[in-house]
C-alpha cells in the first residue's frame, strides 16, 4: 500500500520530474494538488501521512529528503461506538455464525482489525479463562495475557475446542466495515466499522474504570495523551458518577453533628479515671507540686522538707510562678524567691 501511495505521488509530479530534482518547491505543489482531492478535499491528517510516505520515499532515494511545506492539521479523534449492550446484541444475533465470532472477539479484545485476524487458536485459552492482545501498531507482535470477557469465552468456547493446533482463531472478514455499516442502518443503530469495535470496548472501559495503567497496557500506549483525547468523550459519564458519589459520602453519611462542649474527667495521677458519685464523696487526689516551688518553700520556713509521722508535707505557702494555673518550663532554672 506504501509502494502504490509513493507511485501515486510521484505520477502528480509535472513531466517526470526525476527523484534528484525534487525540491520544496515542487513538493509544496504536489502536497497542493493532492490536498483538492479527486472527488472532495483531503482532511489535514489524511494528507499528512501522504506527506509523510512521500517523504520516507525521497529519503530511501536519494539519501536527504527536501524541506515540506507545515500542513494545518487539527486532530479531531472518532468516538462512534455502540451506545449499550443492547446495541453490541442487536448487531451480533443479526450476523452469521463465523462472522458472529469475529464481531466478538474484535468487541471484548478492543484490538485493531489487523491484530484481530492475526490471531491463532493458542492465543485463547477458554478453560483458564485468558486471552493474548496485540498492539502491532506500536510493534507489540508478541502480545499480552489479560483475563478474557466472559462473553467472549461463552461465544468461541465451543469453537475453540474444535480448533486444531495453530489454526486461525476466526475466519477473515472482507470488507467487514462496509457491511458493519449497512447491517447497523438497517437496525437502526448509528454507523459502526471494525475500528468502531475497538472504540466500544475502550469506551465502557474507561467509563467502568477510568484512566488506569491497565487501559494503557491493553491499548498499547505509552502514557495517557492519547486516550485522553480519544475516550475523553466517556469521561463526563463517569464524572457525574463521582460527583454523586461525593455529595452521598459527605451530606448524606458524614452530616455534621453538633458535639458536646462536655469535658471528659481527667485521670488521676495513679492513672485511673475517678467515677463521680457526688460532691464530697470521691474525690481527685491533689497533682504533685512543681519542683521550683519546693526551694522557695524550704527556704521560707527554714526547714529541709521533712515530713510529719502521718507521712504528709505540712502545708506552707507557695509562690506562684506565671499565669494562674500555668507553668512555664524552667529548663532546669531555679526560680528566685522574694
Known amino acids: 500500500m506504501q509502494r502504490q501511495h509513493v ?8 513531466g517526470r520530474t526525476p527523484l534528484d530534482r525534487v525540491d520544496a ?4 505543489r504536489v502536497l497542493e494538488l493532492e490536498g483538492r482531492g479527486r472527488r472532495r478535499e483531503l482532511s489535514g491528517g489524511t494528507l499528512r501521512k501522504r506527506a509523510s510516505t512521500l517523504r520516507q520515499a525521497l529519503k530511501l532515494a536519494r539519501g ?3 524541506r515540506f511545506p507545515e500542513i494545518p492539521y487539527c486532530y479531531r479523534p472518532c468516538c462512534g461506538h455502540l451506545a449499550d449492550f443492547d446495541a453490541y446484541q442487536r448487531i451480533r444475533d443479526a450476523l452469521p455464525p463465523a462472522r458472529r465470532l469475529w464481531f466478538v472477539l474484535a468487541t471484548w479484545t478492543g484490538q485493531r482489525f489487523a491484530d484481530v485476524e492475526r490471531m491463532r487458536r493458542e492465543d485463547l485459552d477458554v478453560d483458564a479463562g485468558w486471552v493474548r492482545v496485540r498492539s502491532s501498531k506500536t510493534r507489540r507482535f508478541a502480545g499480552v495475557r489479560f483475563a478474557a470477557a466472559p462473553e467472549l469465552l461463552r461465544e468461541l468456547g465451543a469453537h475453540w475446542r474444535a480448533l486444531p493446533a495453530g489454526a486461525k482463531l476466526v475466519a477473515a472478514w472482507p470488507h467487514v466495515s462496509s457491511q458493519l455499516t449497512r447491517l447497523a442502518e438497517r437496525l437502526g443503530l448509528p454507523r459502526t466499522t471494525a475500528h468502531r469495535l475497538r472504540h466500544t470496548f475502550f469506551t465502557w472501559f474507561v467509563q467502568a474504570n477510568g484512566f ?3 487501559l494503557l497496557e491493553l491499548g498499547g500506549w505509552k502514557d495517557l495523551t492519547i486516550p485522553a483525547q480519544v475516550y475523553a468523550h466517556a469521561a463526563p459519564a463517569r464524572l457525574r458518577e463521582q460527583i454523586g458519589r461525593v455529595h452521598r459520602l459527605v451530606v448524606e453519611r458524614l452530616a455534621p453533628q453538633k458535639l458536646s462542649r462536655k469535658r471528659e474527667p481527667e485521670p488521676s495521677s495513679i492513672g485511673t479515671v475517678p467515677i463521680e458519685l457526688g460532691p464530697g464523696v470521691l474525690s ?3 497533682a504533685p507540686e512543681p519542683a521550683h516551688a519546693r526551694p522557695c518553700r524550704r ?7 521533712r ?3 502521718s507521712g504528709s508535707t505540712p502545708d506552707r505557702p507557695v509562690f506562684p510562678v506565671g499565669a494562674e494555673g500555668i507553668e512555664p518550663s524552667t529548663n532546669g532554672l531555679r526560680v528566685r524567691c522574694a
Open 64 to 66: 536527504r529528503a527536501p
Open 212 to 214: 488506569t495503567a491497565e
Open 25 to 28: 518547491r515542487r513538493v509544496a
Open 299 to 305: 527556704a521560707q520556713d527554714g526547714s529541709s522538707g
Open 7 to 14: 507511485e501515486y505521488l510521484l505520477e502528480r509530479l509535472p
Open 284 to 286: 481527685t487526689p491533689p
Open 307 to 309: 515530713t510529719d509521722q
